[in-house]
């Protein structure tokens, strides 16, 4: 609840706070310190102690994974903004607009993950949308970035079509936009019940980029500013995850014949259209953009294992996929040139930043001893103790060894090709972050408990 | 009126709208079946709402039931002006740019 008023008056805060200052490149240090306020109240949240006494008539429900999620969420978010905050100022004239956008999307994020009513969740995943199709055209003499937000704007409110029908055709049956689906006897109404959680599992494949709901992916993420683009891989995808998985427990947790085959034909569709396609990519903001798909398939084992170790894996995984991204995108927005070729050679030029995009790059293709290998290694658990469909399972293992091609990709131009890549403007500060968010990515690898365990299962 | 009738009718809007959004080249025309999806579930939540609370009144005189889904219209709406206001200026934005709202012009990006 603090996080959710917090975040939408941060909002405004700073969009005042453009009105008063002159200089442009102070805003980040406004959302610097609006992070930090929503953390603090991020730790009352998930203490249950709220700020505001407000009455939401059970709409929103602030469990432990929802709020740890939204800690995780805000601290990408402080990462995010300490490494790339100066490249967000340079996108356009309104750096405090931009800002106030991020803090109106974590307002979304906040509902997203605590709403207990449909009603809820349309919100929220609207705050979250909204915000950013803005984002993408922020740059608006650029015509890559107009169509990059004109597409994300028109798949974005299609999808939003197609989840009010879902919503509406659940509430037909029912009567009720609760999470909690009371049991239907008659044939028609059940047949409305099914109809509506295949068109929310469409919708909100949408919204997280998964198979055969894909195509606008690559384009928004290649057309908007590199900047927008490392937010919206990370921290909103995720966030659609996590909406994903509450309702998909939540409500159609006790409905899983109806549903799980579905999401696994959409799983196995992901994994191999996101991986197959990501490996005949030159530039590497659009491999990106192609990985962020096959690590969607990975996280959405979670929604098709409804259980307690999907909840766990997937805030793992989000932790380690957030990390990792973020830091690849903070050193491609300082590279001048997006293809492989732009990083051949980076090893000599910038020794600890190839060593540092090396280590992402692994978590991000699951070896071990980095973050990225147990949160894969969860999910899979999750759906094999769901009683997992096998052919699904070898091919996701299938697919983590292709994706293992074109990551390496990437370390091989750094490391075993001739070239002069540097990166602008490096300065110590920077690589500092980018260590620290290294070291987590280590420490969560070999000591995941840190995250689970002692503050999953405590709290 | 049995409620099959309204049924059919928001979603034979509803179908109306994704087909013109899956055919249509004028962005601007997309974007009023995207509407037109929109108010086609407003027109369902609205007859749902009258046969829940026609369901209930009969047991119940002086029930609220019903009313929740009358309060999801009014969100609908709003977040749907929201969208608009984005959409079109995110419209507007690529006319200045290309003189035209064509979305055949959207290829830039395909490689």
């Known amino acids: 609840m603090n996080v959710i008023v917090l975040s939408a008056v941060w909002g405004v ?44 008539g059970n709409m929103l429900q602030f469990e432990s994974f929802g709020m740890i999620f939204v800690t995780i969420a805000l601290l990408s978010t402080l990462l995010y903004v300490l490494l790339s905050g100066a490249a967000v100022e340079k996108v356009g004239n309104h750096a405090y607009e931009y800002f106030a956008l991020l803090f109106f999307v974590l307002c979304g994020v906040g509902i997203a993950a605590s709403y207990n009513n449909l009603l809820m969740l349309f919100l929220g995943i609207e705050i979250m949308s909204i915000p950013l199709y803005i984002l993408t055209g922020a740059d608006k003499r650029n015509l890559k970035s107009n169509e990059a937000s004109l597409k994300y704007f028109l798949m974005g409110s299609f999808s939003t079509g197609i989840m009010l029908l879902g919503i509406v055709l659940l509430y037909g049956a029912t009567g009720t936009f609760n999470l909690v689906i009371p049991a239907v006897s008659k044939a028609s109404e059940n047949m409305m019940v099914s109809a509506g959680i295949v068109l929310l599992a469409i919708a909100l494949a949408f919204k997280v980029s998964a198979a ?53 034909l959409i799983i196995a569709a992901t994994l191999i259209a996101g991986n197959i396609t990501a490996v005949f990519q030159q530039s590497v903001k659009r491999m990106l953009a192609y990985s962020s798909i096959s690590q969607a398939g990975f996280m959405l084992f979670a929604v098709y294992s409804v259980n307690a170790f999907a909840k766990e894996g997937i805030l793992l995984y989000a932790a380690a996929y957030c990390l990792a991204t973020i830091g690849i995108f903070a050193v491609l927005i300082k590279m001048k040139d997006f293809t492989f070729e732009g990083f051949n050679g980076l090893a000599k030029q910038q020794p600890l930043l190839a060593l540092l995009v090396s280590i992402f790059v692994l978590s991000l293709a699951g070896i071990p001893l980095t973050a990225g290998f147990l949160s894969k290694y969860y999910m899979v658990l999750a759906s094999i103790k769901a009683g997992g469909l096998l ?7 299938l697919c983590a060894a292709v994706s293992v091609y074109y990551y390496f990709r990437l370390i091989q131009a750094m490391y075993f090709k001739e070239g002069d890549a540097n990166a602008i403007d490096v300065n110590p500060r920077f690589k500092a972050l980018l260590v620290v968010a290294a070291v987590l990515i280590i420490l969560l690898g070999v000591y995941p408990n840190a995250l689970l365990l002692d503050w999953f299962h405590i709290l | 009126m049995p409620i099959n009738y309204y049924i059919f009718l928001a979603l034979a809007l509803f179908c109306i709208g994704v087909a013109g959004v899956l055919t249509r080249r004028n962005a601007i025309i997309i974007f009023m079946c995207i509407e037109l999806m929109l108010n086609a579930v407003n027109l369902l939540l609205v007859a749902f709402s009258k046969m829940h609370y026609a369901a209930a009144v009969a047991n119940a005189p002086g029930t609220i039931v019903g009313t929740d889904a009358q309060l999801f219209v009014f969100f609908i709406m709003v977040v749907a002006a929201a969208e608009v206001s984005v959409g079109l200026a995110i419209i507007v934005m690529m006319y200045r740019n290309t003189h035209s709202i064509d979305i055949n012009f959207l290829n830039r990006l395909k490689h």
Do not use: C
Request: aromatic share 20%; charged share 10%.
């Open chain 1, 212 to 264: 055969p709901f894909h195509f606008w992916t690559p384009d928004v993420y290649d057309g908007a500013p590199t900047v927008f683009t490392s937010f919206m891989a990370t921290v909103v995808k995720v966030a659609g995850f996590i909406a994903f998985v509450r309702l998909f427990e939540n409500a159609f947790g006790g409905m899983t014949d109806v549903w799980q085959y579905t999401i696994a």
């Open chain 1, 13 to 56: 805060v700073m969009m005042f706070s453009g009105l008063f200052i002159a200089d442009k490149s102070k805003a980040k240090y406004v959302a610097i310190a609006g992070l930090l306020v929503l953390l603090v109240a991020n730790y009352f949240d998930l203490h249950h102690k709220f700020l505001f006494a407000s009455s939401i």
């Open chain 1, 391 to 397: 052919w699904l399972i070898i091919t996701a293992m």
